[in-house]
């Protein structure tokens, strides 16, 4: 184990739309959208429709056509279920680090520091947190870690954005560091 800090930012992906799948695993895969309060508008996309180029917020009118030729398959907001299943995933992510700060209904700061076994690199850690929380929730999570909030929200941010980290990684060292910050 090391003595330096180490904080995890784990973000679920696409919330609302993955919340909806949960229930309605036949959607795995296809584009869902969910709309605000009045349905007027797009407030979340999954992964598939933000590929179409659909914007958050745009007002649902303006993207009919889309819709309809690729079947979009559109929710109403159930913020009731949202609330259910963020608590369920902030449980299960208790279980892993009891020094957690809620940041959003969908995001956590965990402070991994000291935690992870000693036969384990964080980034080893940080997978079966991923794992688990798909396990027990249904909900896919991406894991950014680094020294402070703000690098791993940054490290968030890029295991998010490229496949290649399969959702996790860990900024803790300056090289990577640095790598990331010129691109």
């Known amino acids: 184990m090391s003595d330096a800090k180490l904080i995890a930012l784990v973000d679920c992906n696409n919330f609302y739309a993955s919340c909806e799948r949960v229930f309605r695993p036949d959607l795995i895969g296809k584009p869902v959208a969910v709309l605000s309060n009045n349905d007027g508008c797009i407030v979340a996309r999954s992964q598939e429709v933000k590929a179409l180029g659909i914007k958050m917020g745009v007002p649902v009118h303006q993207v009919t056509d889309l819709i309809?030729?690729?079947?979009?398959?559109?929710?109403?907001?159930?913020?009731?279920?949202?609330?259910?299943?963020?608590?369920?995933?902030?449980?299960?992510?208790a279980e892993f680090a009891p020094d957690m700060e809620i940041y959003s209904i969908d995001e956590a700061f965990l402070d991994l520091s000291n935690l992870y076994p000693c036969n384990q690199n964080p980034e080893a850690y940080a997978r079966q947190i991923k794992r688990t929380v798909q396990r027990y929730t249904g909900i896919p999570?991406?894991?950014?870690?680094?020294?402070?909030?703000?690098?791993?929200?940054?490290?968030?941010?890029?295991?998010?954005?490229?496949?290649?980290?399969?959702?996790?990684?860990?900024?803790?060292?300056?090289?990577?560091?640095h790598k990331l910050m010129t691109i």
């Open 141 to 177: 999570v991406c894991i950014g870690m680094g020294p402070t909030k703000t690098l791993a929200k940054l490290a968030n941010f890029a295991a998010k954005k490229w496949p290649h980290t399969q959702g996790v990684l860990d900024l803790s060292d300056h090289k990577r560091r």
């Open 68 to 93: 309809k030729q690729h079947r979009i398959q559109l929710f109403s907001s159930n913020y009731s279920l949202y609330a259910d299943m963020s608590q369920r995933v902030m449980n299960t992510l």
